[in-house]
């Protein structure tokens, strides 16, 4: 079995402020990895995914994780925070064809 | 084109009621997922459907929840009766590739329906 775990229910910055989100993981094969936001009163929408390719992965928004096995790790970072970027952030693994996810961090963005 | 659709978008009802929610996938996916996110918690599978089938039903809680696809397009989860455990967001979601390639497998996610059970 697989699980995921996101260090901080919350995670407040500055804008113009690196935004660093955690995220470690657990499974017993090698895994994909995901990493969805939710705005308010939208879908999880896909930021970025991890499927063996490489191990720095850049998303949208200007988001990217970096995937360490030796870690079993894929945090999310960007380099400067902007007021949009509040929202909630998901951290999601899959062996298969269904999601395991973490319980989330929601990222606070002040002026 | 349009994306996943989740309705109602909030529904309240009594302990003991029914409630049905329903989803529409993206137009040609043949995967449909449900999910759930119960208050505090992390966001747990439900079901998955390929076409009208259920591929792997092992995240249901229990026997009064019921789901279908019937045609292979949109599905409905119902809970019957409804219990004040069951309150929380019910997301669906529909992808395109699932065992066939699993690094093309991109859920796309509706906005979820939140069921309040009082």
């Known amino acids: 079995a697989q699980s995921v775990t996101q260090l901080g229910s919350h995670v407040s910055v500055s804008e113009g402020a690196l935004v660093l989100l955690r995220c470690n993981y657990s499974s017993s094969v090698p895994p994909y990895l995901f990493w969805y936001v939710q705005y308010p009163n939208q879908g999880l929408q896909l930021l970025l995914k991890y499927t063996s390719a490489a191990t720095l992965v850049k998303g949208i928004n200007g988001f990217e994780a970096e995937f360490k096995k030796s870690e079993t790790s894929f945090h999310l970072t960007k380099p400067s925070a902007h007021m949009s970027d509040a929202a909630e952030y998901f951290c999601?693994?899959?062996?298969?064809?269904?999601?395991?996810f973490g319980k989330g961090t929601m990222l606070l963005v002040s002026p | 084109e349009a994306g996943v659709t989740q309705f109602p978008s909030h529904s309240v009802i009594e302990k003991g009621q029914t409630v049905t929610l329903r989803c529409d996938p993206i137009s040609g996916h043949d995967n449909l997922y449900w999910y759930r996110r119960v208050m505090g918690k992390e966001i747990k599978f439900l079901l998955h459907f390929v076409k009208e089938s259920k591929q792997d039903e092992s995240g249901m809680p229990n026997n009064r929840f019921l789901a279908e696809r019937t045609g292979g397009t949109y599905s409905t989860l119902k809970v019957q009766p409804a219990e004040l455990e069951d309150s929380g967001v019910y997301f669906c979601a529909s992808s395109q590739e699932a065992f066939r390639d699993l690094a093309k497998n991109i859920q796309y996610f509706g906005a979820g329906t939140r069921l309040s059970v009082l």
């Open positions: 999601a693994v899959s062996v298969d064809s269904t999601l395991t």
